[in-house]
């Protein structure tokens, strides 16, 4: 039989406690790391984890090994502690820095905390361990151009929704700053760029103005009126649910002057399926 299972098998939280079980013995009492279950042959243990648990750490709570993961704040202090326990996530890392997104994903969210309360930051810490810091030249975040240039990496990652909280997260505190030293902050970038806020002031989706700048910029970009599922792809799901409160996909269009596609009437039915089956 192998590896494989019966349907529904991992759903069911004693099937999973009983192959962890068999990894830990394996493991000498440890509860294995991500990189352990994938290096000996308990990937699909590592899969269930994922798919149907919520993942590694509450995993492991629910396990009953939260207890090894808890440090006192004075052992946190002490920079040959949290050395210690950053050699063990960089090796499970295979070598890499480990950024706070990762730490916090593989349950190592006292390593971050620990290294911004009281070790001077990431930056500080990459250095004490001869990780390279990239050095940027000086007036590197004055020029506009190479603010754009970094965001279009963000946004590729991110979307335009991104915020400050997100830019933090992946640890880019010096693109925030760079943006609120010489641009106005990210707010005022994002408009010069003609990105989506995520934001909108009070009342902007009632007016038939904005629909309408906002529905022409879309048709700008993908080169033919949008329906709801391009709306969705293109994450201008505000403007979707906008369109609704002046007639639907098919009135707005009509109003601008477009005509219906041929299957105006299975969009007529999906639209009034959307909005819970009552006529417009």
């Known amino acids: 039989m192998g590896n494989r299972r019966p349907n529904g098998y991992w759903k069911v939280w004693s099937n999973l406690r009983r192959e962890l079980e068999k990894a830990i013995k394996e493991n000498r009492g440890e509860f294995p790391t991500h990189r352990w279950l994938v290096k000996n042959g308990y990937s699909y243990i590592n899969n269930a984890i994922q798919l149907y648990y919520g993942g590694y750490l509450l995993v492991r709570k629910k396990c009953g090994y939260c207890d090894s993961l808890r440090k006192s704040s004075d052992y946190w202090k002490i920079w040959e502690n949290t050395k210690k326990e950053l050699r063990k996530a960089i090796k499970e890392n295979r070598g890499e820095f480990p950024t706070h997104a990762w730490l916090q994903k593989n349950g190592y969210s006292s390593i971050g905390h620990s290294i911004i309360e009281y070790h001077d930051g990431t930056k500080s810490v990459r250095e004490r361990l001869g990780y390279e810091i990239k050095r940027l030249p000086n007036g590197y975040w004055r020029n506009f151009d190479n603010v754009k240039k970094e965001l279009k990496l963000i946004i590729k990652k991110l979307g335009n929704f991104f915020t400050q909280k997100d830019l933090r997260r992946i640890e880019r505190n010096d693109l925030m700053r760079g ?54 792809r293109i994450k201008k799901s505000s403007l979707s649910n906008a369109i609704t409160f002046f007639g639907g996909i098919i009135a707005v269009r009509e109003k601008l002057g477009y005509s219906n596609p041929r299957n105006s009437q299975l969009e007529s039915f999906l639209e009034s399926y959307v909005n819970g089956g009552k006529d417009e």
């Open 179 to 232: 943006m609120a030293t010489h641009h106005g902050g990210l707010t005022s970038v994002k408009e010069k760029l003609g990105l989506e806020l995520k934001f909108k002031q009070r009342g902007y989706w009632k007016n038939w103005c904005n629909i309408e700048k906002e529905l022409n910029d879309v048709i700008s970009l993908i080169g033919y009126f949008p329906n709801h599922s391009d709306l969705i």
